[in-house]
């Protein structure tokens, strides 16, 4: 598990944490590690550029972001190479699940219109461990739906750097990111690596 330095309520789990997002043992264990109720909200992830309000714990509609404004009501989104961000505001807490479709789509810009228009400033993003710029083989089509971002895997294939295009949208705000390729660390599930069906969860929330 990461917890960036500098963030209220934010934690990045790794595959030994599990998918917290689906199973109660496993959330319960890691709320207790993190302090946080055990009563999680989410969201019907469909790599999409919507973004809804949530107030409270439980699975709600087919989205790609959850904001709320009440105080410790975790948010997650579970993810094995799209990346999970998580953004903080004065009053809000929002956590998004963006692969390159939902780059594409603008779910990040649409997160942080919703902190707005709840009356909040962003201040800080993390992006998450995810498949990095050094495994993600694309083709023209992905390159032109992002607008850029061109770069190279290991291999030396044509990629696209999916960090610098999120921490892009992002602008105006302190970024931290991971910098962890879910393909090459092995502590990550990675749908591309393994074709695995689990995941690893990212987790937001208000103090
Ligand atoms: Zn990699």
Not at 86 to 104: F, L, P
Not at 166 to 186: F, I, S
Request: charged residues 20%; hydrophobic residues 45%.
């Amino acid at each position: 598990m990461i917890r960036p330095a500098g963030f209220r309520g934010a934690a990045f789990g790794d595959a030994a944490n599990g998918n917290a997002r689906d199973d109660g043992r496993l959330r319960g264990r890691l709320s207790n590690a993190l302090g946080i109720p055990s009563a999680w909200a989410s969201v019907q992830q469909v790599h999409g550029g919507r973004v809804i309000t949530v107030d409270e714990p439980g699975l709600a509609a087919e989205a790609d972001g959850l904001i709320t404004v009440e105080r410790r009501l975790p948010l997650t989104v579970a993810t094995a190479d799209c990346i999970p961000i998580i953004i903080e505001g004065d009053r809000s807490v929002a956590v998004v699940h963006a692969g390159w479709r939902g780059v594409a789509a603008g779910v990040i810009g649409s997160a942080l219109e919703t902190m707005r228009e709840l009356g909040d400033s962003p201040r800080r993003a993390a992006i998450g461990p995810s498949i990095g710029p050094c495994c993600f083989e694309v083709g023209d089509e992905v390159l032109a739906a992002i607008g850029g971002f061109a770069a190279t895997t290991i291999a030396m294939t044509q990629s696209v750097d999916l960090w610098s295009a999120a921490e892009a949208q992002l602008r105006g705000l302190e970024v931290w990111r991971a910098d962890a390729c879910t393909v090459t660390d092995p502590a990550y599930h990675s749908f591309r690596r393994d074709g695995t069906s689990e995941r690893q969860v990212a987790v937001a929330w208000l103090p």
